[in-house]
């Protein structure tokens, strides 16, 4: 039997239970590091597919591996199940309206990509049980905290993909395409300053503000950004600015920032400018300051021989099908978005193809891959950490109505809609088939691995955790 034909009736004889896991992920929205209820349900679900599970892998209490079958070549799908925090939202509802004030909501579609991901895995090993000739071992990766903490850096460093031959996994998207090109890398920290709290109007001389150290390195950080290069990024959020009485000199403030830089050496050497402009905004206030090392990621190696037979199962798969009801709820989404937005979103199409997805906002088209252009996103995804280890190709698949921006409230409405079940079912689909064909042809792993090694050049992987950085115990 055809093999895309093989892996897409697998995954849709079992589509219900795949919608409903990833619904029940959705409703859990929980945050890196917690995901506790998501964990156990995928584990729960690839236990009863007959997976072997080893669970708290390198030290991360939400975090598992799941296995099957034995021997080389190891194909590795990652799943993520993470959600944002203060975005609750309610599905299908077409204006802000939180769940529950403040709470969270899978605001990057998390709770589809991480079933997505196990669906690839069972449909794959479902084709070593009906083909016991064929050798090979699946494993699946349940990956907390991508948003942040980046659950992937401690299980590279760890060790956990050395065996592994291939790593593949998507992301819930506007359109449907194989990307090629890299992200930035990334480093997280939170700086914590301590003052001396005084009467603000009787004593101020007494007191030695911590907000003011707070801000005195948001200026010094401001005057960085022009001594950067262009894709570097800053970004930051005052977490805790000392009280709310005025005539208090603050005792305590606190600042996280986000450092994202194309590579792994810029990165580290920004983020060691700023932990100096921290500690001269100490000096300046006569606080102290010390910091705590959040997590960090490193940018994505692309792939080219990967990424071209991913693109080359997903055109023969091709789109799901849509019917009006969907197409007017994705409208209905579209018109919530705002006008800048979705002009950003045209740049990426064209006018003209802008226009019809205005009108119908469901990518019913591939975008053709595009393997000689290399293509640079600013965001960041610990699937780099990865990709310096392993040959790794992504997808990103039509989930949402055009245009809608992640980590939005836009996104969490449309995380069950039966649009984003056929989007993740789609990438289930292409990745299983992506698998199985290069478990059947050793050649295509070995040009793989090569690419890798022709495209680092002998720069060695550096985890940017730092070996005294463990990931939160709970």
């Not at 600042?255 to 792994?264: C, D, E, H, K």
């Not at 740049?347 to 640079?376: C, D, H, K, T, W």
Request: aromatic share 8%.
């Amino acid at each position: 039997m055809d093999i895309n034909l093989f892996v897409s009736n697998s995954v849709e004889e079992k589509s219900e239970l795949y919608t409903s896991l990833s619904d029940q992920i959705w409703s859990f929205a929980e945050i890196g590091f917690n995901e506790n209820q998501s964990s156990a349900v995928l584990m729960n679900a690839l236990k009863s597919e007959g997976f072997s599970i080893q669970s708290g892998i390198a030290g991360l209490t939400t975090g598992f591996m799941a296995s099957f079958g034995s021997g080389n070549p190891v194909i590795a799908f990652l799943g993520e199940f993470d959600a944002l925090a203060e975005l609750s939202q309610e599905a299908g509802v077409f204006g802000h309206s939180p769940v529950i004030e403040g709470e969270n909501g899978h605001g990057c579609g998390h709770n589809l990509l991480g079933v997505g991901s196990l669906a690839a895995a069972v449909a794959v090993k479902e084709y070593l049980q009906s083909h016991p000739e064929v050798k090979g071992t699946v494993h699946y990766f349940g990956c907390p905290a991508e948003e942040s903490g980046y659950g992937k850096a401690f299980l590279v460093r760890e060790g956990y993909f050395r065996d592994v031959d291939a790593a593949l996994s998507w992301h819930p998207h506007i359109l449907n395409v194989v990307p090629h090109g890299s992200t930035n890398a990334v480093v997280h920290a939170t700086f914590n300053f301590k003052g001396i709290s005084a009467h603000a109007g009787a004593f101020p001389h007494l007191g030695r503000s911590a907000l003011d150290a707070v801000e005195l390195m948001n200026v010094g950080a401001n005057y960085m950004r022009e001594h950067m290069v262009d894709q570097a990024r800053l970004h930051y959020a005052i977490t805790n600015a000392g009280g709310i009485s005025p005539n208090v000199v603050q005792a305590e403030a606190e600042v996280t920032y986000l450092v994202r830089a194309p590579q792994i050496t810029q990165v580290q050497e920004l983020f060691n400018r700023l932990v100096r402009i921290a500690e001269g905004a100490a000096l300046m206030t006569g606080t102290q300051m010390e910091y705590v090392f959040e997590g960090a990621c490193a940018n994505i190696i692309p792939n080219n021989t990967l990424e071209s037979l991913m693109h080359q199962n997903l055109s023969a798969l091709g789109v799901p099908k849509y019917n009006e009801e969907e197409i007017s709820m994705a409208k209905s989404f579209y018109q919530c978005i705002p006008e800048q937005t979705k002009k950003e979103s045209t740049y990426l199409v064209g006018p003209q193809l802008g226009s019809i997805l205005a009108e119908r906002p469901l990518a019913g088209f591939i975008v053709p891959y595009s393997g000689e252009n290399l293509r640079f996103t600013t965001s960041s995804t610990d699937v780099g950490d990865v990709s310096w280890n392993v040959p790794t190709a992504q997808c990103l698949i039509s989930t949402l109505a055009f245009g809608t921006p992640k980590h939005t409230w836009l996104t969490v409405a449309q995380g069950k809609t039966s649009y984003a079940h056929k989007g993740m079912l789609l990438a289930a689909k292409t990745m299983a088939s992506t698998a199985i064909e290069a478990m059947l042809n050793p050649s295509i792993i070995e040009k793989a691995k090569s690419e890798l090694k022709e495209r680092l050049r002998g720069e060695k992987y550096i985890c940017l955790v730092p070996t005294d950085v463990h990931p939160p115990a709970k």
